[in-house]
């Protein structure tokens, strides 16, 4: 339960968010620099735990839920609250994250003794003053997005608008707002009709940084494809499909397997696109369809392994990427 699922800094770089497979939202507070201690410079120390997600059980189709986190995603800050989104397979929270080190006293209820007060004996009223008490940080959930994927969900992501945002799985991509939870939008569906033709599936999926009308998802044939919403409610049809060539030289049984892409990362500009397989990182132009700019090979060695990763189901494992804070 205490093995970690997910890790996701905030905007500032101040906190660090966990989830782990037991449920739990743990996030690091970053130690402020010292010149007296400067080894403890990107020290981080536990800010906040708290339960985000529950076991559940599915009766309609008899599947259990379990409550392992699968992303988490922070939205801006734009007061002394923090607020963030975790979702597990099913669930997508909504969470505030707040301090308090005053609390009010003196609601008029009582008198010096203690006792209630009665309402018919109180001739005047005394404004309530705040008190200094210890720092506690508390974990509000003030949305749940529940019911709208039948899949697992394997993203989350924010849009530029901080309006709404967009949860994928498998097979559909949701776009929700914000202050509606009964009700999400499809806008990706490429579930076929018959079940047996399906080819490929959704592996992830992010919102563009800065256009809120564009958004890229990839998929388990190593595509990419960018599309806009203001060409239709459902896109079907994709603005642009980023795509390698393959080399007949390296097909292998294992071909199909490794050059799933199981992330995908917009940079910070807007301009580039990072993917990760399992042997590689690549870097994509949005202008440049046919090819990456920059492939990076990682853990080559394990070219010549893949049939033993096959056996024990280690080609199987998801690997993440994320741009540097400058990229």
Not at 33 to 58: A, C, I, L, M, W
Not at 109 to 117: I, T
Not at 215 to 228: A, E
Not at 259 to 265: A, E, F, G, P, Q
């Amino acid at each position: 339960a205490d093995i970690i699922s997910t890790v996701e800094f905030n905007h500032t770089g101040e906190l660090l968010a966990t989830g782990d497979k037991g449920g739990r939202v743990v996030i690091f507070q970053r130690e402020q620099e010292s010149k007296q201690q400067p080894q403890r410079r990107g020290e981080y120390n536990v800010y906040s735990t708290f339960q985000s997600h529950e076991p559940e059980f599915d009766y309609l189709k008899s599947l259990e839920i379990e409550e392992k986190i699968n992303k988490i995603r922070w939205l801006p800050q734009h007061n002394a609250a923090y607020f963030l989104l975790s979702t597990n397979d099913k669930t997508v929270k909504l969470w505030k994250v707040s301090e308090r080190d005053k609390r009010p006293e003196g609601y008029n209820l009582k008198d010096e003794d203690g006792r209630p007060r009665d309402p018919s004996m109180i001739t005047t009223l005394r404004v309530p003053v705040l008190r200094p008490m210890d720092l506690m940080v508390e974990a509000t959930p003030r949305r749940v997005f529940a019911n709208a994927h039948t899949y697992h969900i394997n993203s989350i992501s924010v849009n530029s608008d901080y309006e709404t945002y967009m949860s994928a799985d498998d097979l559909r991509i949701n776009l929700w707002n914000f202050e509606i939870t009964n009700q999400s939008f499809n806008i990706v569906d490429i579930k076929p009709a018959n079940m047996e033709e399906l080819t490929e599936v959704i592996t992830a999926a992010e919102f563009h940084p800065h256009h809120c009308n564009a958004f890229v998802y990839s998929s388990s044939k190593g595509t990419i494809r960018l599309c806009d919403m203001r060409a239709a409610a459902l896109c079907d049809r994709h603005a642009k499909f980023f795509e390698e060539p393959e080399d007949p030289s390296n097909r292998s049984f294992f071909s199909e397997i490794i050059s799933s892409i199981s992330d995908v990362k917009f940079s910070h500009s807007g301009r580039y696109i990072l993917t990760r397989d399992y042997l590689t990182v690549k870097v994509w132009d949005l202008n440049m369809e046919n090819r990456p700019m920059e492939t990076y090979q990682v853990h080559d060695y394990l070219r010549s392994k893949l049939c033993s990763l096959y056996e024990n189901d280690c080609i199987f494992d998801k690997f993440e990427c994320v741009w540097n804070g400058s990229d």
